[in-house]
């Protein structure tokens, strides 16, 4: 793998391409959340060095991971904290995580290869779930609401 500076924008966008790749494809649901989020931006990317990122990374897996039974690429825990390790700053660390579970929460379903990634993140940086939780993700339950009978 590559090695990107520490706190870099590549090296926080690498791991947000990773997550996007983590469930073996880029779903749909997963790049309108990246634009409905303006991720690529926050991340101090455009969509043209994100596009790279993402060239670079299929790269790399190519040279680093291993195939398994059923054809798909899947990298080991020690490169996985490998790339967590360029993430230092304890602050970048929870966005990026806040990141990572956007996308994985974009399909409403959470595949092993992702739990994996975003267990091993939080593990990694010592992160709680409830650092990084958004109370703005809404429900797919439809809400009802009940008048309050009065009292």
């Known amino acids: 793998m590559r090695h990107y500076p520490s706190d870099s924008p590549e090296a926080m966008g690498r791991l947000v391409a990773l997550t996007l790749m983590a469930d073996g494809a880029i779903d749909a649901s997963e790049l309108k959340q990246l634009d409905h989020k303006n991720t690529i931006r926050r991340l101090g990317l455009n969509e043209a060095s994100f ?31 490998l790339l967590l390790a360029e993430v230092q700053h304890p ?36 992160i709680d779930l409830h650092e990084v939780s958004d109370c703005s993700v809404p429900s797919r339950r439809r809400r009802i609401l009940t008048p309050h009978a009065p009292a």
Do not use: P
């Open 91 to 126: 602050v970048l660390q929870k966005q990026v995580l806040r990141m990572m579970l956007d996308i994985v929460n974009a399909d409403y379903k959470l595949s092993g290869g992702e739990a994996v990634l975003v267990a091993e993140a939080m593990k990694f940086w010592g």
């Open 51 to 81: 596009d790279k990122l993402i060239h670079e990374l299929c790269e790399d897996m190519l040279t680093s991971t291993y195939r398994t039974h059923s054809g798909q690429l899947e990298l080991d825990v020690e490169n996985i904290d």
